[in-house]
């Protein structure tokens, strides 16, 4: 099946709206099985895209999307990261090449500088350019990166390259409504929403059971519909079963109304002032 929703890339690459994250994954041996089988129901639903990280289960994670995806890599618009500790110019190459061997793959079309660090930029960029030439990745981003640090980002030699911003972002995490978010828009940077249903802790809410029981759907679909309405939106939720899955995936479908979007608004209240980029 093909997305039904796609964003496009500064690139004009379209790649899907709504993705698959890989998150504390591959950290215990007997949900491997489930783990598996979720990102591959994911694809056939055509949740292509696949967020992963060296992070993540130290490698682990990587490990277990390679295996999944082994036979489909075509299929997949896989992204990943690397730490900041790494993201000096060799380390970086380096990392990346770990990186590919544990996916099984000989590139990565999306690779994140994971949070900024103390490596100046201008060494990242020049790496991921490298990698660029080289054809071990198509195209780089970062995460967790608030306006000024993009604006320090644009500032260096290839920094303009950047093709997203992945950051924190739900009903209860709208801080970078306030001037990040309309910052990317304004450069054609799409955002990557990570934890976009906040891991489960907001849905029990009464607002948003109220705006899902109007729809008939579970409060996590409904809070997933809320991030998927922005144009230049990409959200990455994470599911453990196929009903997760199924549930993640019919979030496309879903049609939030004005009324809906105001009462969600009355419980979870836009920023009205700067804040800083929350992170997790």
Same mark, same amino acid.
């Given at each position: 099946?093909?997305?039904?929703?796609?964003?496009?890339?500064?690139?004009?690459?379209?790649?899907?709206?709504?993705?698959?994250?890989?998150? #504390?994954?591959?950290?215990?041996?007997?949900?491997?099985?489930?783990?598996?089988?979720?990102?591959r129901l994911g694809l056939d639903l055509g949740?292509?895209?696949?967020?992963?990280?060296?992070?993540?289960?130290? #490698?682990?994670?990587? +490990?277990?999307?390679?295996?999944?995806?082994?036979?489909?890599?075509?299929?997949?618009?896989?992204? /990943?990261?690397?730490? =900041?500790?790494?993201?000096?110019?060799?380390?970086?190459? /380096? *990392?990346?090449?770990? !990186?590919?061997?544990?996916?099984?793959?000989?590139?990565?079309?999306?690779?994140?500088?994971?949070?900024?660090?103390?490596?100046?930029?201008?060494?990242?960029?020049? *790496?991921?350019?490298?990698?660029?030439?080289?054809?071990?990745?198509?195209?780089?981003? @970062?995460?967790? &990166?608030?306006?000024?640090?993009?604006?320090?980002?644009? $500032?260096?030699?290839? #920094?303009?390259?950047?093709?997203?911003?992945?950051?924190?972002?739900?009903?209860?995490?709208?801080?970078?409504?306030?001037?990040?978010?309309?910052?990317?828009?304004?450069?054609?940077?799409?955002?990557?929403?990570?934890?976009?249903?906040?891991?489960?802790?907001?849905?029990?809410?009464?607002?948003? $059971?109220? @705006?899902?029981?109007?729809?008939?759907?579970?409060?996590?679909?409904?809070?997933?519909?809320? @991030?998927?309405? !922005?144009?230049?939106?990409?959200?990455?939720?994470?599911? #453990?079963? =196929?009903?997760?899955?199924?549930?993640?995936?019919?979030?496309? +479908? @879903?049609?939030?109304?004005?009324?809906?979007?105001?009462?969600?608004?009355?419980? &979870?209240?836009?920023?009205?002032?700067?804040?800083?980029?929350?992170?997790?």
């Amino acid at each position: 099946m093909s997305p039904r929703r796609s964003v496009a890339l500064p690139s004009g690459e379209l790649v899907p709206a709504l993705g698959q994250g890989t998150w #504390g994954w591959a950290e215990h041996p007997d949900s491997r099985a489930d783990e598996m089988a979720a990102l591959r129901l994911g694809l056939d639903l055509g949740m292509t895209l696949v967020d992963t990280a060296e992070m993540y289960a130290d #490698g682990g994670s990587e +490990e277990l999307v390679g295996e999944a995806i082994a036979g489909r890599r075509d299929e997949v618009f896989l992204v /990943d990261k690397v730490l =900041p500790g790494n993201a000096d110019r060799q380390g970086t190459l /380096d *990392a990346c090449r770990r !990186s590919l061997g544990r996916l099984r793959t000989d590139r990565i079309d999306l690779y994140l500088l994971h949070w900024r660090g103390r490596v100046p930029l201008g060494e990242t960029v020049a *790496a991921f350019d490298e990698l660029v030439r080289g054809g071990q990745i198509r195209h780089w981003g @970062v995460s967790n &990166f608030d306006t000024r640090d993009l604006a320090d980002l644009a $500032a260096v030699a290839g #920094g303009g390259d950047v093709a997203t911003d992945q950051i924190l972002y739900n009903l209860q995490r709208r801080g970078p409504e306030f001037d990040l978010i309309p910052h990317c828009r304004q450069r054609g940077l799409p955002v990557m929403a990570y934890s976009p249903v906040e891991q489960g802790r907001l849905l029990e809410h009464p607002a948003l $059971a109220e @705006v899902a029981s109007r729809h008939g759907i579970t409060p996590a679909r409904a809070a997933l519909a809320w @991030v998927l309405r !922005s144009d230049g939106m990409i959200a990455i939720p994470r599911a #453990g079963s =196929p009903e997760h899955v199924r549930d993640n995936a019919a979030a496309l +479908e @879903v049609q939030l109304d004005a009324d809906d979007v105001r009462l969600l608004d009355q419980a &979870f209240p836009p920023p009205r002032t700067r804040r800083a980029l929350e992170v997790l």
